[in-house]
């Protein structure tokens, strides 16, 4: 009896697994043709820098590595929508989908066979952003300064001190600015640190020519105190100087070459952390919230991707490649990713609050497909 039932239940999901193997297959396609494209244009704008520091060929292929998650999770979106299309154009082109009908499955039932798959490649997309792309972007970073024959050159950058056990004397807040990094990170030159009250007013400015990272944390150097009056009257500044002071904080040498990147991807629990004032950030906490939603979500916008491109099974038989209905559910994907990133934007400039700034669209969107989905199916 249990042999016949294992028997009988075998067929239910031959079409998830074929659907599945289509829709996986056609997207690591795309994917791996989208990544090939984006490292070529990152390459020809390294290649010069990679061949001046005499990194040769093992230059270039550590740079492609280390950024390949960064490449992956930001195709990922756009090879859902174009493996897709690919595949659903094609069962529609060779009778595929008829026959499907004719059997019995709706476009709602085809549509829930590659939810699962479209889901498990999202939840894959998200374990990349989330775990993989933060250290090798941060490994990339270590790699590149390390081979940095000017760290002179490079950015200054802002950033607020979390845990700071030095302040005192109604201290709430410290804002750090630094000049360069060199040394992977060891090492800032040109530090300048901000001391300020609960209502965001000055009370010190402390400049030091270095900080170095030890066992002990971080030591400043040639330090220079500027203490504020009370009354913030200019005229009577404390200044002092000290050949060295230590620059109580939390955070290590790996923080300090993540902040003077230009993008510094951040794991959730460091999200968290840093909304939390734990971990040192230069990005205001609506960006943070904004990216945590948006991570989690993830799944769910891969998915809204899978139902812009599902009207092209409404492509009539006789039309066949002429039509032009794929064409509009690829730039109704790529108006999805325009639209999620002015959403973002207002987000990230503290226009819109984090669920604002990225629910609405995928909503918009999901209503926006079942709209058309509905409408042919009435047809």
């Known amino acids: 009896m249990n042999a016949l039932s294992s028997r009988s239940a075998r067929p239910r999901h031959v079409l998830l697994r074929y659907l599945s193997l289509l829709l996986t297959t056609r997207v690591i396609m795309c994917c791996a043709i989208l990544i090939a494209l984006m490292e070529l244009l990152g390459l020809l704008e390294q290649m010069t820098p990679i061949l001046r520091r005499h990194l040769g060929v093992t230059g270039v292929l550590t740079y492609m590595t280390l950024h390949l998650p960064l490449m992956l999770q930001t195709a990922l979106p756009l090879s ?11 069962m529609t082109v060779s009778n595929e989908t008829a026959i499907l009908r004719a059997s019995g499955l709706s476009t709602l039932g085809l549509v829930l066979r590659l ?3 479209t889901l498990a490649l999202g939840l894959f997309g998200v374990v990349v952003e989330d775990q993989l792309t933060p250290r090798s972007e941060l490994a990339l970073a270590a790699w590149w300064s390390h081979s940095d024959p000017h760290p002179e050159d490079g950015r200054s950058f802002w950033f607020a001190v979390p845990g700071d056990a030095s302040r005192s004397g109604g201290v709430a807040s410290e804002l750090a600015h630094v000049g360069y990094v060199k040394d992977v990170g060891n090492s800032a030159f040109g530090v300048d640190l901000y001391d ?3 209502e965001g007013r000055l009370l010190g400015m402390t400049h030091a020519a270095r900080a170095t990272f030890g066992e002990n944390g971080w030591t400043l150097w040639e330090v220079k105190r500027s203490v504020v009056a009370p009354d ?3 005229a009577r ?4 100087t000290e050949p060295q002071a230590r620059w109580g904080n939390t955070f290590r040498a790996s923080d300090m070459l993540r902040l003077s990147m230009d993008t510094a991807p951040l794991s959730s629990l460091d999200i968290w952390r840093a909304l939390d004032g734990r971990v040192a950030t230069s990005l205001a906490p609506g960006y943070l919230r904004a990216a945590l939603i948006e991570r989690l979500l993830r799944p ?3 998915l809204v991707m899978l139902l812009l491109a599902t009207p092209v099974v409404y492509i009539p038989p006789r039309t066949g490649m002429r039509s032009w209905l794929p064409v509009w559910c690829l730039g109704g ?4 990713i325009i ?3 002015m959403f973002r934007a207002m987000g990230n400039a503290g226009l819109l609050p984090a669920p604002v700034a990225t629910v609405p669209g995928l909503l918009i969107f999901t209503m926006a497909a079942g709209a058309v989905l509905l409408r042919n199916e009435e047809q």
Do not use: E, I, K
Request: charged content about 10%; glycine content about 12%; hydrophobic content about 60%.
């Open 339 to 341: 639209v999620q990133g």
């Open 80 to 90: 859902v929508l174009v493996g897709a299309l690919l595949m659903l154009t094609q």
């Open 333 to 336: 994907g790529l108006l999805f």
């Open 115 to 117: 939810a699962p798959a």
């Open 300 to 302: 769910l916008a891969l």
């Open 237 to 240: 500044v404390q200044v002092s």
């Open 232 to 234: 913030g009257d200019a």
């Open 196 to 198: 300020r009250d609960t």
